[in-house]
């Protein structure tokens, strides 16, 4: 084995022939060396941390660091979910109001006469253009900045809305002519049982006040509007069992109770005279008949005054 020895002298590097037993010396010199190195790392790091490589101080200070970083993750996470939780009501709230504006505007192209397919409310419209900006770079992406825009459109489908009803009251005025007066009987066949007025209920004989006329007639006897105008109601209310309210402007509705099966839907254009729904007796009820009302903005009139002509 030969060391090659580097000086700093003029006699510069100087080569030393080791023996057998030399290099034995040499190679355990080196292993004495390593294991001293590492030693006294070992010592150094005990007098660091007496309790292991690792103190308990220092696996504290991580724990407390670990906790904290949850909790910010748990309070980002409830913030995400309210700020979501509020744009999905507003949503909830447009789609409510496009809904309505949908059916408005149905009715408004009926009686405007549009032909083909020039404005088909159940479809979606046409649209069209380059690709757009990521939500993230667009202006008002922030989640506060975006319900407010949603706020805003919110008012002014409010506002579209309320300018479309009085288009199509206009247009009802107009198409409708005498067909919106109230008149006739919801029944052709049958007979009054009970007027309106104060009467004795049938249930349990004490005198109350009845806000419509009775007609009692076979179960699945055709119930018609009595006038023209749009379905406001179609369903279930206490009382009335399956009902069917016709809205005729200025505030006028009709109302036809205890039917055993309905036939218009919300937001349908009813005519004079047209089938909304059958005889039943559905609620509170003894019989088959129709429960039949007449009410401006929510006050009950009498409805012997309109039963004048049945045609």
Same mark, same amino acid.
């Given at each position: ?6 000086? +700093? *002298? ?15 010396? %040499?190679?355990?010199?080196?292993? =004495?060396?390593?294991? =001293? ?10 007098? &660091? ?16 660091? &670990?906790?904290?970083?949850? #909790?910010?993750?748990? *309070?980002? #996470? ?24 949908? %059916? ?11 032909? =083909? ?32 825009? &949603? ?23 107009? +198409? ?22 104060? #009467? ?47 809205? +005729? ?8 109770? +205890? ?11 009813? #005519? ?22 007449? &009410? ?16």
């Amino acid at each position: 084995m030969t060391l090659t020895l580097i000086t +700093h *002298t003029r006699a510069g590097a100087k080569r030393l022939q080791l023996g057998r037993a030399g290099q034995a010396c %040499a190679a355990l010199f080196g292993l =004495g060396v390593i294991a =001293g190195a590492g030693f006294g790392g070992y010592e150094l790091a005990v007098k &660091l941390h007496p309790n292991g490589v690792v103190s308990e101080r220092t696996v504290e200070s991580w724990q407390q660091e &670990l906790d904290a970083q949850r #909790r910010a993750v748990d *309070t980002t #996470r409830s913030e995400s979910e309210q700020q979501i939780n509020a744009l999905a009501a507003r949503v909830a709230r447009l789609q409510a109001h496009i809904a309505r504006l949908d %059916a408005v505007g149905e009715r408004v192209t009926e009686l405007v006469g549009l032909e =083909g397919k020039e404005f088909e409310f159940t479809a979606e419209p046409a649209m069209g253009g380059p690709e757009g900006e990521p939500l993230a770079n667009a202006p008002g992406a922030s989640p506060l900045e975006f319900i407010d825009q &949603l706020d805003a459109m919110n008012s002014q489908l409010e506002t579209r809305g309320r300018q479309l009803a009085v288009l199509e009251s206009l247009l009802l005025d107009k +198409h409708m002519g005498t067909e919106k007066l109230i008149s006739g009987h919801p029944v052709n066949s049958g007979y009054i049982s009970s007027y309106f007025g104060y #009467r004795s209920d049938p249930f349990h004989g004490n005198t109350t006040w009845h806000k419509g006329i009775d007609f009692v007639a076979p179960e699945g006897t055709d119930v018609m509007a009595t006038a023209a105008g749009v379905v406001v109601f179609a369903g279930v209310k206490d009382g009335y069992g399956n009902v069917v309210e016709v809205g +005729h402007g200025d505030g006028l509705v009709t109302r036809y109770g +205890h039917n055993s099966k309905l036939v218009v839907k919300v937001g349908e254009l009813v #005519r004079k005279g047209q089938v909304i729904a059958k005889v039943g007796s559905t609620g509170r009820s003894t019989a088959p008949h129709v429960h039949y009302e007449v &009410l401006r903005d929510g006050l009950f009139l009498n409805p012997a005054k309109y039963l004048g002509d049945k045609s």
